[in-house]
């Protein structure tokens, strides 16, 4: 009978119903199809008084946008009045017009003395949003969400929960339909299952990072116990403002039952206890020191620094930009430069140094008796090494930047082994902030000790201790926003290879113009990021176009011309790049004013469209492209100059011509 769709309800039940329900219920003719009877909570859901609800029909209850009909929701009216239950998701609008998503149960029903349609309807404007943010994000994000060994739980602050990972569902039998809420999966619904997560959604939001949760026993679905080691991340906003967590789980029971045994092991497993124990603090993939090893290691170094009153230093180092390599060639191209990292790092130290891969990118250097100077001269040596040197395999030859950081014993003070590691990451920080590929000490820092006289003087030095903190915080977001939109426009490399190399090279000469006009340091920054990121709009224009040998149609050419726009519409929600904007938007002007998109003319152009307009037109002319081959120095310095007061500004391609008379002059004095 539960599963009849003819079912009959009966009035109490129909009445309990509409009383209970947190889903919007509407009842309706089954010839007419119109509305007949509404629950408080449908009428709130479309913004309708009972009274106005009731004077609508199917089609006027559901007008939903194209491609969502009128001859849709009847077709699907008619079907479940002979007897077909219907369950559709729907666009549906609101009285005053706004749109959300609904997801609709209607199934023919004896209500009283006669069949009538019950449609039971659920806002699910909430879930469509999570799938179509899901659908937008880039190739990385969904396979470490989707295809992740580790089980992810995504959840509202309100405890509803809005995804779960194929790994949590697969190891569970758990589906989201199953766990409505978290405080369900913590036993509530589901029985015992683990214990209750309990996350400071403030704390988390403010922090802005991961917070460790624990270790709980998992019951999955068949009975089978699993141990979970839990870790939450803030995961951004929902359109109604409720804030959203990320939370991810690794499968610990192997490794716990590991550890259990090793505990029962007897004296004659002691020497099998230290090959493990060999094998454990090893990182396989790139044969160094693990962070597992790290703080026995440290610990040892400091007591005998300390015991035999010889220096002690800790190098630390970050590749930058790492994950863009990662976006744009793979994880397997990432993983072969980390080797090839590891090896260069390893022949760049001395053969008693300890080297330690401490995480993902990041490595440490333990150096025993250097001191300061000596580990400064060592940092230095490891940046030129790794400056110079070219990373990958045949198919793609990348160069890498390093951020490095030096703290020693006993010139930096520390009084702690694990101070050297503090302050190490410390200065990284400060070094991250001020642009990478440098090395940093405490002396680069600058950082002022506070005085313990006069409160006013405590009082203005707690004020500044704030406001370098708050500065300090938004370089770091802002530094890892636009690490995350640099790997995002190095994967237009996959679409077009030339694009790539291109958009490096054109960067450093814009630049270089830049400082030749004495522009301010700030302004060539600006124009150095909109060189790197001026074919970002690429990424929406089809390969069919970006490859093609042959000339371009009227509306081919009309799309390639829209790529300025789409960077435009990409980056204009990022408030910090508002500076970079208009130099991306308007860099295929001309002087003239015959350019594109809007036309503009001499003066009008910002300065540094100007300057990456010929910075951009003489790199192209000078690398092969689909369409043509590079163009020797000589034909692109003369298309140059012919195009100058008409395509580009006079006055900088002079400039420009001085740079490459200098730059031929250095790689050939005697020309």
Known sequence: MANDPNAVISDADYRSIFDKANDGIFIHDINTFKVTDANQRGCEMFCYPQDEILRLNAEELFPGPPPYTRKN????????????????????KDKAGRPFWIEVNLRRSLIGPKYRLLAVVRDITERKYIEERLKDVELRFRKALFYSPFPVMIYSEDGKVLLLNKAWTESTGYSREDIPTVSAWAGKTCGERMRPVKVDIN??????????EGEYIVTAKDGGKRIWDMSSAPFGTLPNGKRMVLSMATDITERKEAEKKILELNTELVR????????????????????????EAIEREFSRAKRQDSPLSVIMMDIDYFKSINDAYGHQFGDLVLRQFAAQLTKAVRRYDIVIRFGGEEFIVISPGTGAAGAMTLAKRILSVVNAYDFGNKKHRIKMKLSIAVISYPDDRVTKAMDLV???????????????????????????????????????????????????????????????IFAFAKTIELKDHYTGEHAEKMAGYAAEIARMMHLAPEQIEHIRQASILHDLGKIGISDKILHKKSKLTKKEFEEIRAHPQIAVDILRPIHFMSDIIPLILHHHERWD???????????????????????????????????????PKKDAIKILKKGAGTQFDPNIVNIFLRILKRESHRKNPKT
């Open 73 to 92: 929701i009847l077709s699907f009216f008619e079907k479940a009045s002979r007897g077909d239950q219907q369950l559709f998701e729907w666009a549906s």
């Open 203 to 212: 704390r988390l939001y403010k922090l802005d990072e991961r917070v460790k």
């Open 272 to 295: 099998s206890n230290a090959l493990l124990k060999q094998l454990t603090v090893k990182d396989s993939h790139t044969g160094l020191y693990n962070h597992r090893y790290l703080e």
């Open 422 to 484: 503090d302050m190490a990451d410390k200065a990284l920080g400060k070094a991250k902030e001020e642009g990478g590929n440098m090395v940093f000490s405490p002396e680069d820092m600058g950082a002022e000790r506070p005085r313990a006289t006069e409160g006013a003087l405590k009082g203005a030095a707690d004020v500044k201790a704030m406001k370098e903190k708050l500065d300090k915080l938004t370089k770091r977001v802002k530094q890892s926003l636009f690490e995350s």
């Open 593 to 631: 004013g015959k350019g594109y998109p809007t036309g503009l003319k001499g003066q009008e152009i910002p300065i540094g469209a100007r300057i990456i307009a010929i910075a951009d037109v003489y790199q192209a002319l000078t690398s092969v492209r689909p369409y043509h081959e590079a163009y």
